[in-house]
C-alpha cells in the first residue's frame, strides 16, 4: 500500500476535534471539587455559628476573594496545560498575583494595628485546624481535578500536578472559609496562602506519577 492511499483511508472517516471538550471537562471537575469540598466541610466541621450577621459575612467576602481569584486564574491555565506543548503558551506570573495582593493586605492591616495585636492577628485561634483541614479537604477536589487532566494529554506532567493542586487547594479554602472564625487578613495570608501553596508542591511531586500516560 502506498503512503498517499494510508493516509487518505486513514483521513476518511475523520471528525472535528472539540476544541472546548477540555475547558468543559475541567470545568466539570471544578464544579464536583467545589461541591464535594463543602460537603466534607459541612460533615466534619460545619458553618461558623454568627455567618448571617453582617459582620461575618463581610469578612467571608474578603477570605474568600483570595482563594476565588487563585481558582479563577488557575483554571485558566490548567486547560491549556492539559493540552499537548501547553506549557509552552503558559505563563505562571499571573497565579502569583493574588498572593501578592493579600500580603500586601496582611502588611496593611499589620501597620494600622498595634504591634501588641500582631501574634493575634497572624496566628489566631484556629491556626492548627486551618493548617490541617485545607490539605486534607483538597485530597478529594484533587483527585478529581487530575481525573480530569488524565482525559487530555498534558506534557509537563510536573507543572499541571502542581496547577492541580494549586486548584484543590484554593476550592478547599474556599470551603473552609465559611466554618473558619479567624477573620484577619494576615491570618488568611499565613495559613490559608501556606496551604494552599502546599498543596500546590505537593501537586507537583504527584503530578508525574498520576499523570503519566
Not at 506534557?155 to 472564625?181: E, K, N, P, Q, W
Not at 477573620?183 to 500546590?200: E, H, K, N, Q
Request: some cysteine.
Amino acid at each position: 500500500m502506498k503512503t498517499d492511499d494510508l493516509v487518505a483511508i486513514l483521513s476518511a472517516n475523520a471528525e472535528p476535534v472539540d476544541r472546548r471538550l477540555v475547558v468543559r471537562t475541567v470545568c466539570i471537575a471544578l464544579a464536583a471539587g467545589t461541591v464535594a469540598a463543602l460537603g466534607i466541610m459541612l460533615v466534619g466541621l460545619g458553618v461558623r455559628t454568627d455567618l448571617m450577621t453582617a459582620r461575618a459575612l463581610i469578612f467571608l467576602l474578603l477570605k474568600l476573594a483570595f482563594p476565588v481569584g487563585i481558582v479563577g486564574v488557575a483554571s485558566i491555565y490548567l486547560t491549556r496545560l492539559a493540552r499537548p506543548g501547553g506549557e509552552r503558551r503558559t505563563s505562571s506570573i499571573l497565579v502569583a498575583m493574588p498572593f501578592l495582593a493579600i500580603v500586601l493586605l496582611a502588611a496593611i492591616s499589620l501597620a494600622f494595628a498595634p504591634s501588641s495585636y500582631w501574634d493575634k492577628m497572624i496566628i489566631g485561634d484556629q491556626w492548627l485546624e486551618c493548617l490541617l483541614s485545607i490539605p486534607i479537604i483538597a485530597i478529594v477536589p484533587f483527585a478529581i481535578t487530575i481525573w480530569a487532566v488524565r482525559r487530555a494529554a498534558p506534557t509537563d506532567l510536573a507543572r499541571t500536578g502542581a496547577f492541580a493542586g494549586l486548584i484543590a487547594g484554593g476550592v478547599s479554602a474556599m470551603a473552609y472559609a465559611l466554618h473558619c472564625m479567624d477573620d484577619s487578613l494576615p491570618f488568611v495570608a499565613v495559613w490559608y496562602g501556606g496551604t494552599i501553596a502546599l498543596c500546590t508542591f505537593a501537586g507537583a511531586i504527584l503530578g508525574p506519577r498520576l499523570l503519566r500516560w
